[in-house]
């Protein structure tokens, strides 16, 4: 596999990496998220798991930026980064996959995958033409370690076709390749198993296995229980917007509360 | 023959002027999402500032690039001072289409209030006339096509090779994932409708320079062709507005050669309706018809 450590040192019984104090989001008259605190050691791989219509995706969003809070702080290495705007949040480490794989269908394999890497000084209108030496020379590493993800996905043969044309499974792949690109303080990884064909899905859950061996600090949303018991811990239950409880695995299975609201109900 | 091919010259050179224009009119859509209605007017303006640059003592060139740059600070201007926030409140595409609407009118009537309602012309010479191949083309028509073709050139690769490209694409397919994936996007939309407004202000001199005169409302009146040709090749496609403005650009030349001068917009309008009813996306227009205006 690529090299893809990030730089968030993984530290055991270090600060946690994400604090995310009483944060609150209602739609209309319907609070999808109430008062929500929880926090994700750094280096660690945290399970997010509950029903339908738990907050779960609510909270990756506000994370993310993607949603604003209604109140409440979420600390980023004790930044308080409730509320930026997403770009803003991706560029401080923080990147997100989706529910729905999500890729630039009309972009090439290579190009969404660096398309995710910050610096952006060749985006700015004046460096387009002027500097254009200094980052053209981060962009050929940068060319580099995306062919090196592309190979460690066993995608380098789609390396110049239109991501459109990937399957499910492939598209997932190119989302996280695109993410770990990015080299992520933090990596919300929104139900990564969500339309995988089986023939792809163990690869992926190697990729994520993988990923917690760097020392990056990663949120797995997902509903298969199997795949979250083998990768996180912690794993922190939602239900109805709260936060249920919080621990390993075969705790939250003993646990009558999250038997019923999650497990069972 | 000779009128065919003296009607592809002005064919060539109408779809060069709007080559530029349509490009500039369907990238910055393409990026925002907003039908800006109100590009005939930015035209108006910067060729009414290329005016008055030439009028000055300006040679008509440095005029057109000044003013092409004026166009640019004006189109971030009134994105940054009307449309943007428009978009930040959540308002729906139709409505936006009446607020470009609306900035156009506006636009127009200032400028007519100062300029009035007569005619002006560039002091500017159409240069020695060349005959290529039974094509009659002055040295400036020769000059507006050179600068079509490397503008156009210029696009293509800005849009392919270029990290602001990239940007520009990705968020043109989907703007909440480019935002994810740390893509600035004011930066990149300011950029596109700075783009834009260089192109409307390319497209508008070229525009008043080929015509001979022009009034407050020449750039609006002009709209509708740099829409059918955008609307021809897919909006949001650079590279269909390029086909779209040759096919516009020659079947109405070619109309006025051998049927009648005045009926050219007419053409233009056929054109529009249709492909509007024959192929509504264009011919290379891969953009979803669910994406939300990005200010």
Known sequence: MADVSSETGAETGAAPLLVVEDIAKSYGGVRAVDGISLSVPRGSLTGLIGPNGAGKSSVLGMIAGAIRPDRGRILLEGEDIAGLRPYDVARRGVIRTFQAASVFPQMTVLENLLLGVPPWDGERFVSSFVGRRAWHRRETAQLEQARSILASLQLSRHADSYAGELSGGQKRLVEIGRAIMARPRLLLLDEPMAGVARTLAAPIEDLIAKLRTTGMTVVLIEHELGLVERLCSPVIVLAQGKVLMQGAMDELRADPDVRRAYLVG | ?295
């Not at chain 2, 308002?91 to 607020?99: A, E, K, L, P, Y």
């Not at chain 2, 007519?112 to 309602?117: E, L, S, T």
């Not at chain 2, 191949?133 to 270029?162: D, F, N, R, Y």
């Not at chain 2, 694409?169 to 994932?177: P, T």
């Open chain 2, 1 to 295: 023959m000779g009128v065919l091919m003296s009607a592809i010259g002005f064919g060539i050179v109408t779809a060069s002027i709007l080559a530029v224009s349509s490009v500039g009119f369907t990238l910055q859509f393409s990026v925002t999402n907003v039908f800006n209605l109100s590009f005939g007017s930015v035209m108006t303006g910067t060729g009414f500032i290329a005016y008055a640059l030439n009028t000055s003592g300006v040679s008509i060139w440095a005029s057109m690039a000044i003013g092409a740059l004026c166009g640019g600070v004006i189109s971030v201007a009134l994105n940054w001072l009307i449309f943007g926030r428009f978009i930040r409140h959540g308002i729906s595409r139709f409505g936006m289409v009446i607020v470009t609407i609306a900035t156009g009118l506006i636009c127009d009537n200032t400028i007519q209030a100062f300029v009035g309602p007569t005619f002006y012309a560039y002091n500017a010479q159409p240069g020695k006339a060349f005959n290529l191949a039974g094509m009659l083309l002055t040295g400036q028509e020769l000059i507006i096509i050179v600068i079509a073709a490397v503008m156009m050139t210029a696009t293509h690769v800005g849009l392919k090779s270029t990290r602001l490209g990239a940007a520009m694409r990705g968020l043109s397919v989907n703007a909440s994932l480019a935002r994810a994936c740390g893509v600035p996007t004011r930066r990149v939309v300011a950029v596109a409708w700075f783009a834009s407004g260089v192109m409307a202000g390319i497209g508008s001199v070229a525009l008043f320079l080929d015509t001979s005169t022009f009034a407050a409302t020449t750039g609006s009146q002009f709209l509708i062709m740099v829409i059918a040709a955008a609307v021809l090749g897919g909006v949001g496609s650079a590279e269909g507005a390029v086909v779209g403005a040759l096919v516009v650009g020659l079947a109405t030349e070619i109309t006025a050669a051998y049927w009648n001068p005045e009926l050219k917009d007419v053409v233009a309008f056929v054109v529009l309706i249709l492909v509007l009813l024959v192929r509504p996306q264009g011919m290379f227009s891969q953009l979803s018809s669910e994406r939300t205006a990005v200010g």
